[in-house]
């Protein structure tokens, strides 16, 4: 029987998400002000918060602090996809970027009046995490934005992510948190979808602005775009002060869907190195030769 590290789960877990007033002073994550980057665990991971499911047997083999809802940042926007897709929305429908969008996200190299596929825009939102492509894809959603994050929270409700909360489609709000766990339940729904695999996992792309101009899109995700060397089915990154570094993966390690998560990495390099080191342990046999606290978990829902 295969065994799990299983840390830190109970004071933690418990820990309220009401945001103390010395918080609203610092640029420090939600999991750093928490001390949750305090907690040891036997990788020595520099993620707060750190998940590892097999996707077939549904257990869990290593986690870290992952009951504690967090701020998610742009992993949001793999929700954000699937609300889309679950619509039934013709992918080659022309989304015009318009001056909404690039109110409410004011960095991107999308400009108004750039057009674009639904699939185009679906696109750049989950290989480059474009936040104005997000936007758009809520904003001509059926009902608009506001029906938009209702299908998001019915949708999560569905899934059973019980302490997630979204509020917009791009993920640039810190009130979208989950859990490791809830997000172990999206990251599966999400894998799969076809287009979303595909989608994640492109290296680069390339679009043209109103004026001619080609823009060169490159993957968010550093495993991807320097080509590591990993079978990723499907990925997303985020970042956000409050939320620190983020990624997860649907990967495949000795032949083996592997769900990971890693939430408030301190860098963007140190998420990776979390993962290669998750990965690394998982080739070595880690995974069933820890013995610490017993057999491996179910996760309920999955």
Request: aromatic share 6%.
């Amino acid at each position: 029987m295969k065994k799990i590290f299983k840390i830190a789960l109970g004071a933690i877990a418990i820990l309220s998400m009401t945001l103390p007033a010395a918080a609203k002073t610092t640029t420090a994550s939600f999991g750093r002000q928490y001390g949750l980057s305090n907690t040891v665990d036997p990788l020595a991971l520099r993620a707060s918060v750190a998940l590892v499911v097999d996707q077939n047997s549904w257990t869990t083999q290593y986690e870290k602090n992952s009951r504690t809802p967090l701020p998610i940042a742009s992993i949001t926007k793999l929700m954000t996809a699937m609300v889309t897709l679950d619509a039934k929305l013709d992918m080659n429908e022309n989304i015009v970027i318009d001056s909404e969008d690039v109110h409410h996200y004011a960095s991107s190299r999308l400009v108004a009046g750039s057009t674009l596929t639904r699939k185009d825009v679906m696109m750049l939102a989950l290989m480059s995490s474009d936040n104005r492509a997000a936007y758009a894809l809520g904003r001509t959603y059926p009902g608009g934005i506001y029906a938009f994050i209702q299908a998001m929270s019915a949708k999560a409700a569905m899934l059973g992510m019980s302490s997630a909360r979204f509020v917009d489609p791009s993920g640039l709000s810190s009130s979208n948190q989950a859990t490791a766990m809830d997000l172990a339940k999206m990251v599966n729904a999400a894998s799969q979808y076809k287009i979303i695999r595909d989608l994640s996992t492109r290296e680069t792309a390339t679009v043209y602005t109103p004026y001619g101009n080609e823009l060169v899109y490159h993957n968010s995700n550093r495993l991807i775009s320097r080509n590591m060397g990993w079978n990723i089915g499907m990925q997303k990154t985020g970042t956000l002060s409050a939320a620190g570094k983020c990624i997860v993966l649907q990967a495949y390690i000795s032949g083996s869907p592997k769900i990971i998560i890693l939430l408030d990495s301190s860098s963007a390099d140190s998420r990776i190195t979390d993962a290669v080191q998750i990965k690394d342990w998982l080739e070595s046999g880690g995974a069933s030769t820890i013995s610490q606290l017993g057999g491996a978990t179910q996760i309920a829902g999955l």
